[in-house]
């Protein structure tokens, strides 16, 4: 049973923008949290982007702050990840994620009972 289901990743220069849309189906369509997280090779998973569904209200991890958008559109249960300005460094497998309990930091990872397959993202300098 397909949950979330990202797409848009791609390989582009430094300095190029890509993308990213989940789609959200099933119960993960109800939650009120969304996030995008990365991994990196050799590197932990950490927390991207983050929304509120209900409000609106988001958040950002430094690192990718007044580059990178997140956004909803609600008719069609999916939350989209503008990247701009990308970096070498921004080269990972994206995530998308879902949740309705928030305990903590909105960047931890057990705040989501719901994850998509990935998305790679490449960026060469």
């Known amino acids: 049973q397909v949950q979330l289901v990202e797409s848009g990743g791609g390989s582009v220069q430094a300095g190029g923008s890509l993308r990213l849309t989940c789609a959200a189906s099933g119960y993960a369509s109800s939650s009120v949290y969304m996030a995008w997280f990365r991994r990196a090779p050799g590197k932990e998973r950490e927390g991207v982007a983050f929304?509120?569904?209900?409000?609106?209200?988001?958040y950002y991890a430094d690192s990718v702050k007044e580059r990178f958008t997140i956004s909803q559109e609600n008719a069609k249960d999916t939350v989209y990840l503008q990247m701009d300005s990308l970096k070498p460094e921004d080269t990972a497998m994206y995530y998308c994620a879902a949740g309705s309990v928030l305990r903590g930091y909105w960047y931890t990872s057990g705040n989501y009972a719901y994850w998509g397959q990935g998305t790679q993202v490449t960026v060469s300098s």
């Open positions: 929304i509120d569904t209900r409000t609106g209200f988001t």
